[in-house]
Structure formats: structure tokens, C-alpha cells
């Protein structure tokens, strides 16, 4: 199946984006994958994308964010996709000032796409006050809408090099529960993973579309989906109460596709 085999149904109203990770290399493979997205947007119209970290690659003179951001993605910047950027830890902080990143001065904050809250935090530094502020958006944005949040280090993780965030993990993972965060987005392994539900949280690793370790996913019980092969990227479509996604590789290959259902939806449609 080709990248422009669109499986998800692009429904009117619905919130359309892409996930990207560990992309900011500047080399060929990082192009090939920008140019998929593009051919990608043209059938399947996303509107902004998501960044998980390891942005920027090496040098960060205004060369390199013109050969590992500006350039490669100019095509969709042009067609007024915007970037949301979550700080990896090849990242330099004053990234956060990079207007294309769209993180005001931040390294972790917020903002809403119809009925989703997105939450970007920065996995680097998790201290005390960044999650007092993330339990107090995650509890004043209620229950009646989506919650993700993404980041650069999994939590759950079958890959070899570095494996789960358990540190991480025991922090997190309570809130997310407590505040019914839905779906999970990280980068880092430089590979594709989709993560059998846990605790009712799907987890996504994105970490390929620059970098890859190829053969690198393990033989564990948490794999649901995974692409060690190639690089790759990551569409969603959100409308309503379902989430439609369709992980696309370099060469144009669709290595996972597949629909989630909020879970509070299920139980609200329940006798």
C-alpha cells in the first residue's frame, strides 16, 4: 500500500495532524520522509504537526535550523501547516524560542484543536512545578474531550537501546490515569511502536522519521504494531469520539493503521 492509500476517512470538522520524532538530522532520509508527508497532505490534509523531540540534530547555528527544519519542511509550512515541538534531549532549550516551534518561550505548555487538549511536556527536566501545572490542566479541562500528551522519552518501549521510561513511568503514569489522558506520544527509540493499551492509555512511539535502528524492537508482550524496518511518520484523524491512525514509511508503505475509541465514550454508551 502506497502513502497516498489514505486509510483514514477525513470526515468534516475533524482534527487532522501528523507525529514526527528524532527527525532533525539534515541528512537525505529526513528529506525523503518530509516529501512522503507531503504527498501524504495532499490526499490527506493535516493542519499542523507534532514535534517529540530531537528536533535538532548536532549544530544549532541558523544553517542548521535552515538544513534539519525550515528546508526540508518548507513545503508544508508553505500550504500553513504549523509545527508543535517537544524538547528531546539532543535538544538545546532555546529552542523553545524558534518561532517555527510554536512553543512561545515554553518548554512544555498546552493548546486545544476542537474537542483535544494537547500537552507538551518536556521529559528532560520533569520538575515539581511542571507537574503542578500538568495536574492543573489536565483536571481543569474535565472529562468530555480528548487528552494526549507527547514527549520525547517512551514510557513504554520495547526497543532495545533504551527501553521503557520506568522513572518516568511512576511519575506520569498516575496522572494520566487519575485525569483519563487517552493517548501518548514519544520519540527517542528510533523506531515505530504501537503499545498494547495500558492501564487504558494507548502509547505511540515515533521516533524514526530522521534517525532509525533498524532491527531494533525486542520480542515483549507490549507490542501491539511495530516498524524497525525504515523510517517513518504518524497520521491521526480525530472525529468525535474516535481516533483514526495510519503509520507511513519512507518508501510509502502503511506499517500500521487501526481506530481507537475514547474510552469514557465506551462507557457512557454502555447499559
Same mark, same amino acid.
Given at each position: ?55 535538532? =540534530?548536532?549544530?544549532? %547555528?541558523?544553517?542548521?535550523?535552515? #538544513? ?5 519542511? *518548507?513545503? +508544508?509550512? @508553505?500550504? /500553513? ?37 494537547? =500537552?507538551?511536556?518536556? %521529559?528532560?527536566?520533569?520538575?515539581? #512545578? ?5 495536574? *492543573?490542566? +489536565?483536571? @481543569?479541562? /474535565? ?129
Amino acid at each position: 500500500m502506497q502513502a497516498q492509500d489514505v486509510t483514514l476517512p477525513i470526515h468534516a470538522g475533524s482534527v487532522r495532524f501528523a507525529a514526527i520524532g528524532d527527525m532533525g538530522t539534515g541528512a537525505p532520509p529526513q528529506y525523503d520522509v518530509a516529501q512522503r508527508m507531503l504527498q501524504f497532505h495532499e490526499k490527506f490534509p493535516f493542519t499542523f504537526v507534532i514535534m517529540l523531540g530531537d528536533n535538532i =540534530y548536532g549544530g544549532k %547555528s541558523p544553517d542548521d535550523f535552515l #538544513k534539519k527544519f525550515e528546508i526540508p519542511y *518548507k513545503p +508544508l509550512l @508553505d500550504t /500553513g501547516v504549523q509545527f508543535y515541538a517537544a524538547l528531546g534531549n539532543h535538544d538545546d532549550p532555546n529552542e523553545r524560542f524558534y518561532k517555527f516551534f510554536n512553543m512561545n518561550g515554553q518548554s512544555y505548555y498546552s493548546f486545544k484543536k476542537g474537542n483535544v487538549h494537547f =500537552y507538551a511536556l518536556d %521529559s528532560d527536566y520533569l520538575d515539581p #512545578k511542571q507537574l503542578a501545572w500538568l495536574e *492543573k490542566e +489536565l483536571a @481543569d479541562a /474535565g472529562s468530555t474531550d480528548w487528552k494526549i500528551c507527547y514527549f520525547h522519552h517512551p514510557l513504554y518501549s520495547s526497543g532495545a537501546f533504551h527501553g521503557s521510561s520506568t522513572e518516568l513511568r511512576t511519575i506520569l503514569e498516575p496522572l494520566f490515569v487519575k485525569y483519563g489522558v487517552q493517548v501518548v506520544l514519544s520519540g527517542h527509540e528510533h523506531v515505530y511502536e504501537r503499545v498494547k493499551p495500558q492501564k487504558g492509555i494507548y502509547y505511540f512511539t515515533e521516533g524514526a522519521s530522521g534517525e532509525l535502528r533498524a532491527n531494533n524492537l525486542k520480542k515483549t508482550d507490549l507490542t501491539a504494531v511495530g516498524y524497525d524496518k525504515d523510517r517513518s511518520f504518524l497520521s491521526i484523524e480525530i472525529s468525535g469520539d474516535d481516533l483514526y491512525f495510519q503509520a507511513v514509511s519512507r518508501t510509502g508503505v502503511t506499517v500500521d493503521s487501526g481506530t481507537i475509541r475514547r474510552p469514557l465514550a465506551i462507557q457512557a454508551a454502555a447499559p
